[in-house]
């Protein structure tokens, strides 16, 4: 599998005021595979071969299904679904029974768009450790930033290795990007409350206005909808 990863829209993501740039970079690659499931890959036998292998998740199958190519999405579907109840097979008695059993519940768990883009993902989290070695001035792209949600900060430090010899600086850059943009959040979460105080009445919520929302973010890499 091949896959470039697009420097110039981790430079524009990381510049955005957003909880999590990699959540940003997530949807637009996501959104990419999705339409290219749509419309290439349904004529390309390798990745027809995929698609029967892996299937897709309820997730993306419902995101393709939002979309006007509804003959793609049922063309696949048609030779995946051929697939699942080969491998499946017709139980005949309680021990081939288990066996298809273990085989459906295996294909329920499989989707290629999902498999594509852990692996797009992953290089993402690598070029960024790659980004901090070669430019000086990432560091402070960083630091100036607002942070990760929680799953994408363990995904950078799972990758830090691939800093070569910054590692150690890089892994420091990210904790105190995250410490910092952690605190803050916290601050912003305690003024919520705070201000309930009758006390406090008078005073302007701020940023705290949307705390909740961008705290889900923070903590689930998701937009609470
Ligand atoms: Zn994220
Ligand atoms: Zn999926």
Redesign the pocket.
């Known amino acids: 599998m091949q896959y470039h990863i697009n420097t110039g829209l981790i430079y524009a993501e990381l510049k955005k005021d957003c909880e999590c740039p990699l959540c940003s970079i997530e949807k637009i690659v996501d959104e990419q595979f999705i339409n290219e499931y749509l419309n290439d890959a349904v004529c390309d036998d390798d990745a027809r071969k995929e698609v029967n292998a892996y299937g897709?998740?309820a997730?993306?199958y419902e995101k393709m299904f939002k979309r006007p190519n509804k003959l793609s999405l049922a063309l696949q579907i048609f030779t995946r679904l051929k697939t699942v109840r080969t491998n499946a097979g017709i139980p005949k008695d309680a021990k081939s029974a288990l066996k298809t059993s273990e085989s459906i519940i295996a294909s329920e768990k499989t989707?290629i768009?999902?498999k594509t883009l852990d692996y797009a993902m992953t290089r993402y989290y690598m070029g960024i450790a790659d980004l901090f070695t070669k430019d000086p001035a990432f560091s402070d792209l960083l630091l100036n930033g607002k942070g990760f949600c929680l799953h994408h900060y363990a995904k950078l430090l799972e990758y830090a290795k691939y800093a070569g010899d910054k590692q150690k600086q890089y892994v420091a850059v990210l904790a105190q990007t995250e410490e910092k943009a952690l605190d803050r959040m916290t601050a912003e979460l305690k003024w919520f409350c705070d201000k309930h105080d009758y006390r406090n009445r008078t005073k302007p919520l701020g940023t705290s206005q949307d705390i909740i929302p961008r705290m889900y973010k923070k903590l689930y890499g998701k937009d609470l909808t």
Do not use: D, N, Q, R
Request: proline letters at 0%; hydrophobic letters at 30%.
């Open positions: 897709f998740c997730e993306h989707c768009i999902c």
